[in-house]
């Protein structure tokens, strides 16, 4: 049996904010209507998603906070961390065409912004 979590599998917005600092709470806009609720990583980072020797992908490690949230959510930590993990290359349309969607700007910078508060 695996130890209650902490958090419970809610990745929302209205369950993020009430943890974020105050003063980073202050700073972001209003949240965007939800794209598509899904199950989401909390943390889908580049190194988090494992690929093969010819880049296939393999798997994701690190799901310790995953939970139900907008599928966008996901979506801008991994390009976020594409630009600091893979640094001299705008990998951005290539991961928004494999994944099969449009970039969405809006939602992309508030997740990010969302995101990036060094309380969480």
Do not use: K
């Not at 990745?11 to 105050?22: A, G």
């Not at 966008?72 to 705008?90: E, K, M």
């Not at 951005?92 to 508030?110: T, W």
């Amino acid at each position: 049996m695996y130890p209650e979590s902490p958090r419970p599998f809610d990745w929302s917005v209205q369950t993020r904010l009430p943890l974020l600092h105050p003063a980073h709470r202050a700073n972001l806009p209003e949240p965007p209507p939800v794209d598509r609720l899904v199950v989401c990583h909390g943390d889908a980072c580049a190194p988090n998603t494992l690929i093969d020797d010819v880049g296939r992908y393999c798997r994701q490690v690190d799901l310790g906070e995953p939970g139900v949230a907008d599928r966008r959510a996901d979506l801008a930590v991994a390009t976020l961390s594409l630009g600091w993990n893979f640094p001299g290359r705008d990998w951005e349309p290539d991961f928004f065409a494999a994944y099969g969607v449009d970039p969405d700007p809006l939602r992309i910078d508030y997740y990010r912004r969302l995101c990036q508060d060094p309380d969480l």
